[in-house]
T-cell receptor, first 112, second 117 residues
């Protein structure tokens, strides 16, 4: 089982729709989680961080479910500009295991 | 402006010719990291550094070397590049989460597209 798994998509949804995708992780001791957005082979940029149960920023909501070991990202009222690949990132528990694990990304395409 | 810079941005080289990709950050971050990105595989960590003179292997370190002689710089060295190292490479830096040695939000450089013939 991969350490961090994402549905690769693509998710193709109409503008204005609500879309959600999940990211599952295997290390139950993982401490912090991030969603990054990546446009067309450019550098990833932080969308949202999740340190406790969840986080909300405008149209974007991230939720952490530690019991089931997944993080979700919800996008409401989607815009054309939301089309991108969304990367889930899991950070280690402590400095003894400081690798950072990326999911392979979920592609989202918003159509007019 | 706070940023991570990488050079070169594009490089085409031949098998066996040593090369170095530079990475520099001006945010005084402790943690720095190199990734490669390949279609269908996402970003995979090559090496990371917790601080000056402290480096460690990521998931795919074979064929790469790094050094961290100064806090701001973290060059990636390919001693003898091979075609399977053709990829898109990203450098990133991050501070530690307050009171910990756990990396926080990462800031990425613009990427280096490497082709090894």
């Amino acid at each position: 089982r991969k350490e961090v798994e994402q549905d690769p998509g693509p998710f193709n949804v109409p503008e204005g729709a609500t879309v959600a995708f999940n990211c599952t992780y295997s290390n139950s001791a993982s401490q912090s989680f991030f969603w990054y957005r990546q446009d067309c082979r450019k550098e990833p940029k932080l969308l949202m961080s999740v340190y406790s149960s969840g986080n909300e920023d405008g149209r974007f909501t991230a939720q952490l479910n530690r019991a089931s070991q997944y993080i979700s990202l919800l996008i409401r009222d989607s815009k054309l500009s939301d089309s991108a690949t969304y990367l889930c990132v899991v950070n280690p528990l402590d400095s003894s295991a400081s690798k950072i694990i990326f999911g392979s990304g979920t592609r989202l395409s918003i159509r007019p | 402006e706070a940023q991570v810079t990488q050079n070169p941005r594009y490089l085409i080289t031949v098998t066996g010719k040593k090369l170095t990709v530079t990475c520099s950050q001006n945010m005084n971050h402790e943690y720095m990291s190199w990734y490669r990105q390949d279609p269908g595989l996402g970003l995979r960590q090559i090496y990371y550094s917790m601080n000056v003179e402290v480096t460690d292997k990521g998931d795919v370190p074979e064929g790469y070397k790094v050094s961290r002689k100064e806090k701001r710089n973290f060059p990636l060295i390919l001693e003898s590049p091979s075609p399977n190292q053709t990829s898109l490479y990203f450098c990133a830096s991050s501070p530690f989460q307050p009171g910990t040695s756990v990396p926080d939000t990462q800031y990425f450089g613009p990427g280096t597209r490497l082709t090894v013939l």
